[in-house]
C-alpha cells in the first residue's frame, strides 16, 4: 500500500532530481561559464519556464483534485486533456514567439526560440507526471526525472571539456527532455485506450480549466517574471546575479513542493469522502511552519558558505539579496495549505484571484522601482507579493474551513523563536560558521521540545503512516 510516507519518500528522490536539474546543473553552468553566457543562458529557462506554465494550463494541478474524485474514467480523462494542448500549443507559442522577435535579437531571440521547443516537450513531461503521482506511482514519477537527470550530467560535463557551447547544450536538453518523455509515456503506457473521445470530458475541462489554467499561469508569472523584466531593464550579470540566489532559493522550495504533491490528492481524497479536515488543515499548517522556519534560518545562517561554495568570487554581490529571498522561502511553504484547500474545495476561481493580483502587483513594483533600485528592490517586492498572496489564501480559506487558526500561541511560538535566534545571531560580535552551526542545533532542540509539548509529533507520525490516497 502506497502510504503518505512512501510518497514522501519517492516524491523526495523526484524532488532532489529537480533540485539537482533545475538548481545544481545551473550553479555548476554558473561556475562553468561567463557570466554573461549564464545570465544569458538563466534567461532562456525562466522565459522556457513561463511558457511550459502556459502550456500545462493547470492541468496537472486539476488531475490531482479530478483523479482522487472519480469523475470521469482515467484514460480517457488523460487523453482528453492531452489533446487539448495542441490548441494550447499553437496559442501560446505564437505570443511567446511574438514577444521574443520584438523585444529581442541576436543570441538572445536564438536561444530563446529554442528554449520554445523546450517548454513543449516539458509541459507534456509534467503531465504525465502528475498523472503517475496522482495513481500513486511516485516511485515511477521519480525514475521518469533519474533519466533526464543522467543526460543532463553528461551534457554539463561536455561544457566543462569545451566540447559543447550554449547554443548546443540548449539543443541537446530538447534531445534530453525528449528522451525523458518517451521513458514517462512507457509508464503511462494503459492510459492509451480506443474511442477515448469524449464530449462529456471536454465540456468538463473548457468549463473549469481556466482557472486552474490562470492559476498556473498567474502564480508562475509572479514568480519569475521579476528575471524577464531584469533582463530587459538591466543587464546580464543583474540577471546572472540574481539567478544565482534564485536557484539557491528554488532548491529550498522544492523541499516544501514535495508536501504539496503529496498533500494535495492526500486532502483531496478525504474531502470527497466528506471528512473533516480542518483540524488536520491546521495540523498541517502547523508543521509547514517548522518546515518553512527551518529552510529560512538554514539559509541566512550560512548564505555566505553557501554562496562561496557554489559560485565564484564575484557573486558576493549578490548578498543583499539573500534575507528578502529567505523571507519567501518561508511565505510559499507556509502558505501552500492554503492554496491546496482552495484547490480541492473548488474554489480555484479564489485562488486566480489572488495569484492574478499577485501577478499585477509583481509586474507593477517591479517596472516602477527595478530601474531605481536594482535587483535588491526586485527581492523585497517578491516578499511583499508573497504578504499578499499568503493573507488572500488564508482569507478566502476561512469561509469553507472555518476552524483554522493561523493566529495562535503554538504557531506563534514557532515564528517568534526563529526570529529571535536571528536577532541573537546579528547581535553577535562574533559571528563564524561554527557559532551559526551551534545556534542552528539550538533551534532544531528548541522546536522538537515545542513540538513534543505541542503534541505535534505523534500527529505528524499519524499522516505520514496513513495512506497517500484515501
Not at 93 to 113: A, H, K, P
Not at 132 to 145: E, G, M, P, T
Not at 405 to 418: D, Y
Request: positive net charge; hydrophobic residues 55%.
Amino acid at each position: 500500500m502506497a502510504t503518505v510516507s512512501k510518497n514522501i519518500f519517492w516524491q523526495s528522490i523526484a524532488a532532489f532530481l529537480q533540485i539537482y536539474t533545475g538548481g545544481i546543473v545551473f550553479i555548476l553552468l554558473a561556475k562553468i561559464m561567463t557570466i554573461e553566457d549564464f545570465g544569458i543562458l538563466t534567461f532562456g529557462f525562466s522565459f522556457s519556464t513561463l511558457l511550459a506554465t502556459c502550456l500545462d494550463f493547470g492541468q496537472s494541478l486539476m488531475i490531482m483534485k479530478d483523479y482522487p474524485q472519480k469523475l470521469f474514467p482515467s484514460a480517457a480523462y488523460v487523453l482528453n486533456s492531452m489533446a487539448q494542448k495542441i490548441v494550447l500549443i499553437l496559442g501560446f507559442c505564437t505570443l511567446f514567439f511574438i514577444y521574443l522577435v520584438i523585444f529581442y535579437s541576436g543570441e538572445w531571440l536564438v536561444i530563446g526560440q529554442l528554449f520554445i521547443l523546450f517548454a513543449i516537450v516539458s509541459a507534456y513531461v509534467l503531465y504525465l507526471q502528475a498523472v503517475l503521482r496522482v495513481k500513486n506511482r511516485f516511485k515511477d514519477a521519480a525514475l521518469s526525472i533519474t533519466t533526464y537527470a543522467i543526460v543532463i550530467s553528461i551534457l554539463v560535463y561536455l561544457v566543462y571539456i569545451r566540447q559543447l557551447n550554449t547554443v548546443q547544450f540548449i539543443t541537446y536538453m530538447i534531445v534530453a527532455r525528449l528522451f525523458q518523455l518517451g521513458i514517462t509515456v512507457l509508464f503511462c503506457k494503459e492510459i492509451f485506450i480506443k474511442n477515448w473521445f469524449s464530449a462529456a470530458i471536454q465540456r468538463h475541462l473548457l468549463k473549469y480549466s481556466w482557472s486552474y489554467g490562470a492559476h498556473f499561469i498567474f502564480g508562475t508569472f509572479y514568480f519569475t517574471v521579476d528575471t524577464q523584466i531584469i533582463a530587459l531593464l538591466l543587464t546580464a550579470e543583474d540577471v546572472a546575479l540574481y539567478q544565482s540566489v534564485f536557484r539557491i532559493i528554488y532548491i529550498f522550495l522544492i523541499v516544501s513542493d514535495v508536501a504539496s504533491n503529496v498533500l494535495l490528492p492526500y486532502l483531496s481524497s478525504k474531502y470527497a469522502k466528506d471528512q473533516t479536515i480542518d483540524e488536520l488543515s491546521g495540523n498541517i499548517l502547523y508543521l509547514l511552519l517548522v518546515l518553512g522556519c527551518s529552510l529560512f534560518l538554514f539559509f541566512t545562517f550560512f548564505y555566505k558558505e553557501i554562496i562561496a561554495v557554489l559560485y565564484t568570487p564575484e557573486y558576493i554581490k549578490a548578498y543583499p539579496l539573500v534575507l528578502p529571498l529567505s523571507l519567501v522561502i518561508l511565505l510559499r511553504t507556509s502558505s501552500s495549505i492554503y492554496g491546496t484547500l482552495l484547490t480541492i474545495s473548488n474554489n480555484q476561481v479564489n485562488r486566480v484571484k489572488v495569484v492574478f493580483l499577485s501577478m499585477v502587483s509583481s509586474i507593477t513594483l517591479n517596472l516602477l522601482l527595478i530601474p531605481h533600485f536594482g535587483i535588491v528592490g526586485s527581492a523585497w517586492i517578491s516578499v511583499v507579493v508573497h504578504l499578499f498572496l499568503f493573507a488572500g489564501y488564508q482569507w478566502y480559506s476561512k469561509k469553507d474551513f472555518p476552524r483554522i487558526a493561523l493566529f495562535t500561541f503554538v504557531n506563534g511560538s514557532i515564528v517568534l523563536t526563529t526570529f529571535m535566534y536571528i536577532v541573537v545571531e546579528r547581535m553577535l560580535d562574533l559571528q563564524n560558521t561554527y557559532i551559526s552551526a551551534v545556534l542552528y542545533v539550538l533551534w532544531g532542540i528548541s522546536m522538537f521540545f515545542l513540538m513534543k509539548k505541542h503534541q505535534k509529533l505523534a500527529i505528524l507520525n499519524q499522516i505520514l503512516k496513513d495512506k497517500g490516497v484515501v
